[in-house]
Nanobody, 115 residues
């Protein structure tokens, strides 16, 4: 089992920056995929970023060039640096992990973009 705990959400003005962090715990070794998804009210959950254990990173089209994700395999942590925030980035951001063929999700952290 993998437990994921996110931190770092909050209220940010448009154009601002925010950093989200996620830590995985449990009786685990290196997790194959870690990353982030988000879900806005009335919309489907969408990919933000996902990183494999060997460093291959994919970003969702709407965040390319503004968001950067990084992970520490030894610590089983993944971060998301969010820059140039737009109102449409407001959502609940979920940490994600894929381990031994199963998907795991954090409880989510709210990002609100408002002036």
């Amino acid at each position: 089992q993998v437990q994921l705990v996110e931190s770092g959400g909050g209220l940010v003005q448009p154009g601002g920056s925010l950093r989200l962090s996620c830590a995985a715990s449990g009786s685990i070794f290196t997790i194959y995929v870690m990353g982030w998804y988000r879900q806005a009210p009335g919309k489907q959950r969408e990919l933000v970023a996902r990183i494999t254990s060997d460093g291959i990173t994919n970003y969702g089209d709407s965040v390319k060039g503004r968001f950067t994700s990084s992970r520490d395999n030894a610590k089983n942590t993944v971060d998301l640096q969010i820059n140039s925030l737009k109102p449409e980035d407001a959502a609940v951001y979920y940490c994600y992990a894929q381990w031994l063929g199963s998907d795991y999700w954090g409880q989510g952290t709210q990002v609100t973009v408002s002036s």
